[in-house]
């Protein structure tokens, strides 16, 4: 079992940054990959950043450039830097992780909410 906890959340002006942290807990073997998806009122989930233990990354199609994940392997923590936040960018961001080489996490966090103000 994984017990996922976020930090880092809350009210940002565009713009602005903020830095989400997720840190994994487990009992068992090393986590492969962790990430965020994040979803915005009345839409799906949608992939934010997502990162493996071997630090392969892949982001969604609308970052272009203003997100950062990274990760601490010894600490299970992964932790996303966002930078030139928009009001489209609000959301409640989740935090997710695997076993697996997958961006289909079988683990979530409580998710975070992020609200980028205009």
């Not at 071997?54 to 392997?73: H, L």
């Not at 609000?90 to 979530?108: K, M």
Request: glycine residues 12%; charged residues 20%.
């Amino acid at each position: 079992q994984v017990q996922l906890v976020e930090s880092g959340g809350g009210l940002v002006q565009a713009g602005g940054s903020l830095r989400l942290s997720c840190a994994a807990s487990t009992d068992r073997f090393a986590i492969n990959a962790m990430g965020w998806y994040r979803q915005a009122p009345g839409k799906g989930r949608e992939l934010v950043a997502h990162i493996t233990s071997g630090g392969t990354t892949k982001y969604g199609d609308f970052v272009k450039g203003r997100f950062d994940i990274s990760r601490d392997n010894a600490k299970n923590t992964v932790y996303l830097q966002m930078r030139s936040l928009e009001p489209d960018d609000t959301a409640v961001y989740y935090c997710g992780a695997t076993y697996y080489y997958t961006h289909e996490y079988d683990y979530w966090g409580q998710g975070t909410q992020i609200t980028v103000s205009s």
